[in-house]
């Protein structure tokens, strides 16, 4: 037997909140390096024209509807993309959104519903694709995680404790799938510059800044692009047999300084 199940040429891969953003991102990249891609969000018109576009392009996409926290819908999804583009190789679970609040005055049926789309929908994901990649031992399972995981932000809802629970399944996941050829793998952003949460009124942005200013998480203004992330992504799923990329963090660079530390950058 060989030391590792080989690697197909043809890897097809699933983007969970690929309508925007993040998921979007990562779709375009993967199918521009040869990936077969199977969009899934709920605003499946978006997954639909990005997939239009990337076959233009002469990629290999297609769109199916998913709502990751239904277990239904994750399952139709699966089977969907996996009767149009063959098993599934690669999974990148990013579906999410934020609701900004404090804690103690998020509602707990809101703070539940950030739970289930960040945590329950990934652990819906897996449940439905793993036991394929264990049979065929191979497999990537990519997870977006935040840097709010390790190092919470105020008035962030349940956006951080939902991701710091993804990280601690990642960890469990490590163990149990040592020595079975499936990598499961956490790519963790700083901030990023995407849709999620730009719904938010001025009311409930201005404190939120104040308050992270006061607690240090603005030491500059630079924020990510998805593509970005997509590109650590990519790095992740294209490591070669024989290598675990488990956790890559992405931080925005900061402009270079003036030589004048008094003039502006």
Known sequence: MPRFAPQPDRRPALIAG?????????????????????LGARRVEQCAALAEK????????????????DTD???????AAEADLGPTEIVVSGAGDVVFSLVHEMT?????????????????????????????QRGDFVMISSDTAPTPRPRMGAYPAAKAAVEVLARQLWMELEGTGVRASLVRPGPTKTAM??????????????????WGFARH???????????????????????HIQLTEVQPEARVRSADPGSPA
């Open 18 to 38: 690929a309508s925007s953003g993040i998921g979007a991102a990562t779709a375009e990249l993967l199918a521009e390096l040869g990936y077969p891609v199977a």
């Open 54 to 69: 990337i076959v233009a392009d002469g990629g290999e996409a297609v769109a199916h509807r998913l709502d990751v926290t």
């Open 73 to 79: 819908s994750v399952n139709a999804f699966v089977t």
């Open 108 to 136: 707990p049926e809101d703070y539940a519903r950030q739970v289930d789309v960040h945590l329950l929908g990934v652990h819906r994901l897996l449940y439905r694709v793993l036991p394929g990649m264990l049979e065929r």
């Open 197 to 214: 949460g730009t719904d938010a009124p001025s009311e409930v942005i201005e404190p939120l800044i104040n308050d992270w200013v006061t």
């Open 221 to 243: 203004s630079e924020m990510l692009k998805p593509v970005n992330l997509a590109s650590a992504v990519a790095a992740v799923v294209s490591a070669p047999r024989g290598a």
